[in-house]
């Protein structure tokens, strides 16, 4: 049912874009502003200086991939709830704007909405019902924003995921919070401290006190029997050249590290024998020492820790407290390598009182786990295998210590001494992050490259370096993970937000506080169960808003990466897994006693092979949508986040809710990352992140004929609102998101109609192929034109160009500054502009990389079309303004062709740098052109 003016919803007519967006960039950046969006954020905030401390976030409970800013999923909520007669000004103040920027002005400090609460009352006012009745669901929750949001706004929130790490995560950030309060976190604060004195006790001696990283090579004995590190780089401090080299004991055949200002030659030759070494062979038969010496130590057999310190070979030590850049280097000392001993010595006692086996991941690495296949092959078969033996002694003490708690606490308090323990494990999953042997040193930061940050945010898979790293868990890492030692000042107050240092208290302080007393059993809920069969699970018609932000293709491997925390938290919380998977909560078949992750239910798979096929994933997609159309009220709303840079992916998606029985109803483009990544985004690919809001069981406008013009008028429509929405406050330098926008409700309106004129009745399938075909050149049509609005040139400058021309311009604006522009992207609008065989007159083919083409300069394209006339009288102009002066110039302008002075004055204003003008060379030409011809 398409939305009468009456009923639309506040999100399918308006959004404060800037405010928001500046809210989300902020929340997305981690230790630095940019400079605009600092800029931006305390105009906004109404403070003309304004510190940005590191503020507590979600992530710092624990890493989970892919999360979205809070803030703007509070705004998407609420604008999705409220209706569209409702003043942004009303809305924001709900947001809590306000707020933000009363606390803003007191404590001097960038402030985000997240950090503030909304305002519940205003809320309901403008709601005009109780906001517990708005049921909001979240059916692929993840890490939670989304549904911790709309618990803040006051409404009934139901979050779910198939993924039993971001299960616990919602419930570790929505709901224990919510139903305990500040009571959990007083528990959980003193339970952190006892955790972190129980290791000092019990790890203690296993390091250095004055230690803060270790940094190790990996080693193996080469065929002389010499020992040898694998290394590649060794750097320490790269900004101050600290690196790590060794020389070689001949006698003992061993290295020795020292602390060294050059870079050291790389390993060709022995050093003791002379013979040349095979980097491959040293990594294969590190594997087999490894494997051979933890399975040694696993046996019992105290022997087998003399070798540690040639198979795991100690190369530097960062000590603590020198700065906050981190402090001086050292070499080790006999003390330090006797340490490293003992630890495994302490492993083969645990091993043989029979304790140790149940307490580290014995389980072997599942073969469908595409994240550590290239661990696997290399030979390491178990997820204990990926430790050195120290690492695994902290693992297993710690979880040890964690199981013991979890069982004393549950007898204690129940189900909140089960809440408790599961932060514990969650610190202990974030120690693991920066402990174990996928590790590594990170030379420009001083510090450890955690699995999650380095390895797996590259590629999506780990392997297996040559250096990795070791905190000092006693002393230095649990303490930094869990954030305890600072005690509550008297009357602090709930607002006055402390900075962190990103670890687990400082956030559920936050969390505690803000949504105390908000969860009402029966009606908020969190699953684990199988987004695809919502509507078995939920009652029919029953859910007002569905908000939801999926995976994208294989952009992430949630059972993959999550796996391997997974093992850890299981074995920690063995004692409650009852408590923290009640029967009630789990709505699909599978078990909390399982260490694998039942990555058969992720909605996962890859993009469709071609621009306009159909993947495996969309097919999942299409059953989560039809599932969650079922659920939704009749005037409820699907609200979808996407965050895909490939246009087939896109124009998937849009048929995808076609297909469903939906009708988008707008898209906006809201800022998910932070804008770093924004830029690199863009740079490789062209769509970034929108919203789409979409009314299921839509019924759509017939086109009788296959000309009926009303698709192409929708279309047009959109285009020049949609324009005017993001150039209107962003101006012209932002015209890339202007695109985005225009493109997706070009898509958007195609989703409203229905061919039924044709002479061969179409599918759905053919159907939508031809509306969005028509949708996209009309859009690139309309675009094209209504920018010469922007551009102070006569519509005419664009209305009368060859196919190919407007292609080339089109992907010229869309183009990056070094005028590169996403192969798909560029593919598919050639075949909507019909224009798909001159893809060689406008790019250079050879030059696909990554996915990109680069574009042929604008100077050589043939002035046998429009746009290369155009160019080179831009040219000639440009040139005869600085020779013989800005009046003989305009003579030329007076007897050029009208249609060819309209383009220039085009390119001049919208890609005066991409076509290779200075700025002084732009405002000669602007004033030469004048107004036009
Ligand atoms: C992009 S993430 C959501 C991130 C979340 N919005 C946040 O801010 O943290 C997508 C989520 O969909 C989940 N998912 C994938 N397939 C699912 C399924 N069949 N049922 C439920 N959830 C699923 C993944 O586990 C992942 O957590
Ligand atoms: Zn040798």
Not at 60 to 72: H, K
Not at 638 to 661: M, P
Not at 730 to 736: F, I, M, N, S
Request: include cysteine; hydrophobic fraction near 45%.
């Amino acid at each position: 049912m398409s939305a009468a003016p009456g009923e639309a919803k506040l999100i399918e007519r308006k959004f404060p874009l800037v405010e928001v967006n500046a809210m989300a960039e902020c929340e997305m950046s981690f230790k630095t502003l940019a400079r605009e969006t600092r800029a931006r954020i305390t105009e906004l905030l109404g403070v003309e200086k304004a510190k940005w401390k590191g503020l507590p976030k979600i992530n710092n409970l624990m890493y989970y991939p892919a999360r979205r800013p809070a803030s703007a999923a509070r705004a998407v909520t609420l604008a999705s709830a409220l209706g569209a007669d409702v003043s942004l000004d009303d809305f924001k103040n709900a947001l809590g704007f306000e707020r933000a920027k009363e606390v803003a002005r007191k404590s001097e400090t960038i402030t985000i909405l997240f950090m503030v609460d909304p305002q519940r009352e205003l809320v309901a006012k403008l709601l005009g019902r109780d906001p517990k009745s708005v049921v909001v669901v979240d059916p692929m929750a993840g890490g939670g924003s989304i549904p911790l949001e709309a618990l803040r706004l006051g409404f009934a929130a139901i979050a779910g995921d198939y993924n039993p790490v971001a299960y616990l995560l919602l419930r570790a950030t929505v709901e224990f919070p919510a139903k305990y309060g500040r009571k959990l976190y007083e528990l959980v604060a003193e339970e952190a401290r006892k955790m972190i004195e129980y290791a000092r006790a019990e790890l203690g001696r296993y390091y250095g006190e004055g230690d803060k990283n270790y940094v190790f090579f990996r080693a193996a004995r080469h065929d002389c029997g010499g020992v040898l590190p694998l290394a590649r780089t060794s750097a320490l401090n790269r900004k101050r050249g600290i690196y790590v080299s060794f020389e070689y004991d001949k006698q003992a055949k061993v290295p020795v590290p020292k602390i060294s200002d050059k870079q050291p030659p790389p390993l060709i030759t022995c050093p003791y024998c002379g013979r040349l070494v095979s980097e491959g062979a040293l990594q294969a038969k590190w594997v087999e020492e490894h494997a051979k010496l933890l399975e040694a130590l696993l046996n019992g057999n105290e022997g087998a820790a003399d070798r540690v310190a040639e198979v795991y070979l100690l190369a530097a030590i960062q000590q603590a407290g020198r700065g906050r850049r981190g402090g001086g280097y050292r070499s080790p000392t006999p003390e330090d390598l006797e340490r490293l001993r003992e630890a495994a010595r302490e492993l083969t006692e645990m091993a043989g009182s029979g304790e140790l086996h149940s307490l580290i991941p014995l389980a072997p690495i599942p073969a469908g786990n595409e994240v550590f296949e290239d661990v696997r092959e290399a030979g390491l078969r178990y997820w204990y295998q990926l430790f050195s033996p120290r690492q695994l002694l902290a693992l297993a003490k710690l979880a040890a210590y964690v199981r013991r708690r979890a069982e004393e606490l549950r007898d204690e308090y129940g189900e909140l001494g089960a809440a408790a323990a599961l932060y514990l494990a969650l610190a202990l999953a974030k120690l693991v992050n920066y402990n174990s042997l996928l590790t590594e040193w990170h030379a420009s930061k001083q510090n450890i490259r955690d699995v999650t940050g380095s390895r797996y945010a590259r590629g999506k898979k780990v392997e297996l370096g040559y250096d990795f790293c070791e905190a000092v868990a006693p002393y230095a890492g649990l303490p930094w993970v869990l954030e305890a030692e600072e005690e509550e000042e008297e009357g602090e107050e709930a607002e006055d937000f402390e900075a962190t240092r990103g670890g687990i208290l400082p956030v559920l302080k936050l969390l505690c506080s803000s949504l105390e007393g908000l969860w009402r059993e029966g009606v908020d809920g969190v699953y684990l169960w199988d987004a695809t069969r919502l509507d078995e699970v939920l009652p029919h018609s029953s859910v007002d808003i569905v908000h939801v932000d999926p995976p994208y293709y294989d952009q992430h491997d949630y059972s993959g990466i999550t796996e391997f925390f997974w093992v850890v938290i299981q074995q920690a919380l063995l004692p409650v897994l009852d408590q923290l998977f009640p029967r009630e909560r789990v709505k699909i078949d599978w078990s909390p006693y399982d260490p694998e992750i039942p990555r058969r239910l992720e909605v996962r798979g890859e993009p469709p092979k071609e621009v306009g096929a159909l993947s495996a994933f969309g097919t999942k997609i299409s059953a989560f949508l039809k599932a969650a159309a079922k659920v939704l009220k009749t005037d409820g709303l699907l609200v979808l986040w996407y965050a895909y840079g490939k246009l087939q992916g896109w124009e998937e998606l849009f048929y995808r809710l076609y297909e469903s029985g939906y009708k988008v109803t707008k898209t906006w483009q809201v800022w998910s990352e932070s804008r770093q990544r924004f830029t690199a985004s863009l740079a490789k690919a062209f769509l970034t992140s929108i919203v789409i809001v979409a009314r299921p069981n839509a019924g759509r406008v017939p086109l009788l004929r296959a000309e009926d013009p009303q698709l192409e008028e929708a279309v047009r429509a959109t285009v020049k609102s949609s324009l005017d929405a993001v150039l209107g406050v962003y101006g012209l330098d932002q015209l890339q998101p202007a695109l985005v926008t225009s493109l997706a409700d070009a898509f958007a309106v195609a989703t409203g109609f229905r061919p039924v004129g044709y002479e061969e009745p179409l599918g759905v399938t053919a159907s939508f192929r031809t509306l969005s075909g028509t949708a996209l050149k009309v859009a690139v049509e309309a675009i094209l034109e209504h920018l010469a609005q922007y551009a102070g040139a006569p519509a005419y400058a664009v209305g009368a160009l060859d196919d190919v021309s407007r292609l080339y311009l089109f992907l010229l604006l869309a183009a990056t500054p070094d005028l590169r522009v996403s192969y798909d992207f560029a593919n598919r609008v050639a075949q909507a502009l019909r224009a798909s065989a001159a893809f060689d007159t406008v790019s250079l083919k050879a030059e696909k990389k990554e996915g990109m083409v680069l574009l042929r300069r604008p100077s050589e394209i043939s002035t046998n079309l429009k746009f290369g006339r155009a160019m080179a009288f831009t040219l000639k102009l440009s040139e005869l303004a600085e020779r013989a002066g800005v009046r003989v110039a305009e003579e030329a302008v007076k007897e050029a062709d009208r249609e060819t002075v309209a383009l220039a004055c085009y390119l001049v204003a919208l890609c005066w740098k991409k076509i290779g003008l200075s700025e002084e060379r732009r405002d000669l030409l602007v004033k030469v052109l004048g107004g036009g011809p």
